[in-house]
């Protein structure tokens, strides 16, 4: 009946895929393979180029907006399932950062929206726990202030206790208030920062607690496969929801290199955040220096290096010539900082980063 | 819905500025609002707030009284419906927890007074002294006592999902007995955090401050510091499989050697075979261990026994209609096969039922008071009175007058149909029992209305107009009917009572006896039987005794043929049981308020599917933007069609690679084109200007195709359609999903 039906259905789609799969791979072997090179194009300057990627005409703007307006009439139902202990995890093609961030300022004021950004290279899952701790304790606070509970104890402050810890304390019993929760907005739950097992194995502890409901977004087509069954019946608990929006992904690709720039150093625009922030905090702040020079002096060909020398000591960021120049190679291995020798004959160091790309580095190494 | 219209006057700003929130990793977006307990006392924070929020706007202080005591009918009710929900939900859930600890208990005595067993074999290796006991390293002793009592715990079950439940309330069972319980799982046993965190891990649970360095010394001084001294300290972990296979050779290890000052006592969850152990660990530890084996119930079992109570049963009022219920067995079967995921689903298909069905909290009314006989429901105001009875069940029946107290009725009427429905599904299951029929299969063919209605056309008997599908055609209903009388479930039930033994028909009316008794016709029903069975022959008792004792002086011919009358005479009660009271849910009236029937919903909310949806996406884009540019092109790609699907279509003519510069001009082409209707629908100068002005920005528009073109790499690679060029390919890039 039905069963068998079913069956032969996955059995036809399973050989659609597989012949798919085939036809896509002979395709490709059949000789008809293109030796056209990405340089035969007439390639823009690379700075011509984000410039044109960051004002791009908008094509349906009126339906998108439309299309975004119409998901109104579902929040009522969204905020009644978040109520009923489920998640909600939104997906479709476009960005659903504006339409979740909507959906949490207008239907969600009577609840605490905390929103993690996924899309961004690094995120500590630790101090985001931590963060929402000591928010659960606001709140419960709050809370207790004015029904004038007494306030248990806290020992130990939140940024010095264990993951375990943490989580118990969101899990915990304290508040016996079944609407009294904290909402989380995940943007892009599968975005690279947050992709590996471990701290999705943390996200979905987080999302269990009774404290914490998550409202997140996948734009990654296979994003369940980061799940296992316990995950997603048992602590994301997710309703799924198809809402496609076809708004740009402004904010989610701003550190995906633009392919037809020249590759190097677009790629390190991405790279060197990860690089600086593995690096101590002192060499950040020696790179702080340098970039906020090439910030103020954008038609100079970089920072003399005596210059800099003579900064960082005055911040006490170095002691001698012999820490910087140690900082300094770290950097230029890494093509952070290129050095140029200036027309008056000394060196100079720069940052091989347009303006704009600097600017969000320093922001991201700021936190 | 009044908030969400009032709520579209500002549109969604797709086009945030980037402001400082974009780049930090995590924020507060806003504080709970502190209007929440205005809100509790009036009902009417809400709205209120969003009018005083804006002022300005006019439609909102237009807004007549009778459209604000809407809103706040609309809030208020919204707040009866969650209470329903909850206390529907809490009930269905106290009774599944109920089920499945009853499937576990005998597991679970058995395993307690193992572990008493074994207690007290650990004591009878000898007490210590006090120096040894307070000494902090282990003591030294033979082989024989360093073995620790492990049991396995056969889960029956690929899936340990469906077990995390049993081993909690394992844990909890053993704790009430006075046991100190570790729950530990395979996350503890990871390889990266190794032994030490996996100690941690452990000591955690007995005590409560957190320590730096994990030693077990601890535990053995926390253990002789208890008062509790007479009772051993049991580890239960729950998926002893996907631990990682050193760490818990070394935990074991390690345990082994203070078994003497700690009595520690393992519960392994196996969901394979009893070998599982000899593949994980060496037998250096294996020869520690001292293995008993224990089984759960198989998931089948737990099945049956949780749709019985929830949707047979109906502890809760609730039910779902007969496409729902396909939905969710198929779901079960096809899709993920555990019950975990089953629960879930009901309890979505529930949360939903809430609400989308305005009426629903009436359900929780009728739980309450079940006693109260629906006095609360004459107390409804005229509006919903006037709702309910406008349900289209209840149109159909033609219940002409709309007060309340017909309302009462129809509810009262409606609690008696499904009692009667789920005493005969019951008693179905029980004579199908011994052919191994699902509960689940069963109860889909029972909730289905044509096959209601087939029956009832087929006997003659009066069609009711509440039938709900009476305009199905007759040939419909006769195929399905044939299908009922060949194939279906009920009559392969109905068949086999014919043929059953007599002992076992004996057992069976038994036991339907006992199903029966709340309701009295059909008890009377059953009752007239036994006693035409004994009026026929005083034989029947003496039968059923005489051939479980001894040979019988009757002929077994007679027996036979005897027995075959009785036989005959149950299926007939039973089809006729049947035919008279096995009226589904979605034929009586006013189901709507207990009933769930969007299918649609439910596996939208159910299962995801990005990889297929999000194709779809592009593919189709126009199918979900409804513009009047793109919808009419057919195959054709046109330049007012978004760029990202533009380029996903164009990829679809690749083959696993893609050649960046082939893709770029063909990309080029098409945004190029020239179109009838105008490229760009912002514009609409005459066309002599645009051609103009398109000539002036020749320059320009070359940068910014290409800039489009690598948007819309990005945003494909976002999706991970997409994969990156290589070093060794650093021209093409790589296709992903291959079909939908």
New interface residues.
Partial sequence: M??DN??EE?EEEEF??S???F????????GK??A???S?????DEQ??????S???????K???A???SY??L???WV??L??G?GL?M?????K???I??F???AL?????????GY?Q???IK??AI?LAE?LW??LK?KLA?TSGNLPKVQQPFSS??M??LLAFLNGSQAQD?DCFICV?IHNIDGP?LRDS?TQ?YLAQIAACSCIRVVAS???????LLWD??MV??QF??????V??????????MF?P????HGNTTQSAKTAAIVLQSLTPNAQSVFRVLAEYQLAHPDEEGMPINNLYTICRERFLVSSQVTLNSHLTEFKDHELVKTKRHSDGQDCLHIPLMTEALE?LL??IR? | MALASAATDSPIQTTSETNDNNLQTFFVLHKASSRKSEKRSTGTGKTRRRIDLSPSSPKKTDKSEAERAEEWDERRYEHLRMEAFELVWSRIDLTIKDVLRGINTNVLNEIHSWVCESFNAIKSFGTLGFAEATRSFPIVAAATCKRLFTGLILTKNMEFVDDLLTFEELGLSLRSHGCHVANLSSMDFSAKNGIGGCLRGFLRQFLTTTLDAADISILASWYREQDNHDSPVVVIIDDMERCCGSVLSDFILMLSEWVLKIPIIILMGVSTTLDAPRNILPSNVLQRLCPSKFILGSPAERMDAVVEAVLVKQCSGFSVGHRAAVFLRNYFLNQDGTLTSFIRALKIACAQHFSMEPLSFILGDLLVEEKQKGEKICLLPEVILKHASQLPSYVRNQMADQTAKSLVHGFSELKRLQKCWSIVVLCLYEAGKCNKIRLLDLLCEALDPDLYISRASNNHVELDKDSGLGMASDRCKRRKYSTFQKGGIISQIVRKVRDLPAVMLYQLLKSWENITVDILEIHEKLKELQSVLRFEDGKLKQNVDDISKRHSSWSPLNIEKDSKAINEKAATLLDCLVRDYLRPMECIPLHEIVCFKNVEKLQLALIGDPRRRIQVDLLEFYKILQCSCCSKSGNVLLPSMHDTSVMYTLAQEHGDLINLHDWFQSFKTVVLQPSTKGKHKSKQSPLSKKRKHKYESENKSEASIQARFCRAVTELQITGLLRMPSRRRPDCVQRVAFGL
């Fill in positions: 039905d069963i079913g069956v996955e659609g895929f012949r798919n799969y036809l896509a791979k002979e395709l490709g072997g059949s393979k293109s056209c090179k990405l035969d194009i007439d390639l823009v011509e180029l984000r410039a044109a990627a004002n791009i005409e908008p094509k349906h703007e339906e998108v907006v299309l975004m307006n109104r009439i929040y009522p139902k009644f399932e109520r009923c489920f995890l997906y479709g093609f476009g960005s950062k504006a339409l961030e909507d949490a300022s207008t004021t009577e609840y605490c929206v905390f929103v993690i950004n961004l690094s995120i500590n101090q985001v963060s928010v606001d709140q709050t004015t206790r264990s375990d810890d079944k907005v920062g471990e194995q996948i734009d990654h087509v296979n994003a369940p069954k316990k019946h048992t608990n997710w309703c799924w929801y198809h496609p929006t076809f708004a740009p992904y402004r904010v989610e690709g995906f633009l392919i037809l720039a969000k922001m991201e936190q």
